[in-house]
Nanobody, 124 residues
Framework: QVQLVESGGGSVQSGGSLRLSCTSS????????MAWFRQAPGNEREAVAF???????TYADSVKGRFTISQDKAKNTVYLQMDSLKPEDTAMYYC??????????????????WGQGTQVTVTS
């Protein structure tokens, strides 16, 4: 397991943008996937975006076209750029990580390492 530290949350008006960052204590390599999840009060945690060690990405339908996940391997950091934010995007956002030996992201469907979370609030 690795230590993950998120930053970049905050409050923004509907239509605005935020960029979340997550820095890992472990090195990024082709066998490590990263992911962002979120959980709103009263709701179950849901997956938002994944990126594999190969750079392959996938997104939840609810954020496709608005959010972009990327990684800087030199900085051991993954980002979530969130544009056109909506009030329904309000949630605690968590960074997560695990191994995926194929360079994909399936290993992050049930990740073993989690960050502490960062709050995102979108006001109408």
């Amino acid at each position: 397991q690795v230590q993950l530290v998120e930053s970049g949350g905050g409050s923004v008006q509907s239509g605005g943008s935020l960029r979340l960052s997550c820095t890992s204590s472990g090195s990024f390599n082709s066998r490590r996937c990263m992911a962002w999840f979120r959980q709103a009060p009263g709701n179950e945690r849901e997956a938002v975006a994944f990126i594999g060690g190969s750079g392959r990405t996938t997104y939840a339908d609810s954020v496709k076209g608005r959010f972009t996940i990327s990684q800087d391997k030199a900085k051991n950091t993954v980002y979530l750029q969130m544009d056109s934010l909506k009030p329904e995007d309000t949630a605690m956002y968590y960074c997560a990580s695990d191994q995926d030996y194929d360079g994909g992201y399936y290993g992050c469907l049930s990740p073993g390492s989690w960050g502490q979370g960062t709050q995102v609030t979108v006001t109408s």
